[in-house]
């Protein structure tokens, strides 16, 4: 079983792919579930511990707007335990949140630096029933070449 980043990092129909695959998804529904069912997290709408703005920092410079360095704070973490990835471009907002675009695109550069690109699955979101059929079978059979 592998860590599989997966953008966008909300994305329950690729969550629900790498699993069905036996691996591990990378998502950050798990990182805010942490974070609202662990005790010490002021209660809502904060949901944050002093060290989350400090984590945010390390991926993104104080210059930057807090949001991109909030959702930093989830992301950059899911980015550094990933061993493979998958990303799909031109996903419509309800394949996954956009969330905001600079934070977006500091995401995929950060796993793309990391990770070397025969682990890095991009692919182009489906538009017709022939494509979707392709885009799963796309990941699925690159899912299995990282199964033991």
Do not use: W
């Amino acid at each position: 079983m592998v860590k599989v980043f997966i953008y966008p990092t909300n994305s329950f129909i690729l969550s629900d792919l790498v699993m069905r695959a036996g691996h591990e998804p990378l998502v950050v529904m798990n990182q805010v579930r942490e974070k609202v069912t662990t005790l010490g997290v002021d209660s809502p709408p904060m949901n944050i511990t002093p060290e989350d703005p400090k984590t945010g920092l390390k991926y993104a410079a104080i210059e930057v707007p807090a949001g991109v360095r909030g959702r930093m704070a989830l992301n950059g973490p899911l980015t550094e335990q990933a061993e493979i990835a998958i990303i799909v471009e031109g996903a419509p907002a309800d394949f996954g949140c956009s969330g905001c675009n600079r934070t977006n695109e500091l995401t995929k550069f950060l796993v793309r630096d990391r990770l070397d690109r025969s682990k890095i699955l991009e692919i182009k979101y489906p538009e017709s029933d022939e494509q979707i059929h392709e885009f799963v079978y796309k990941i699925l059979d690159f899912l299995n070449t990282f199964n033991d």
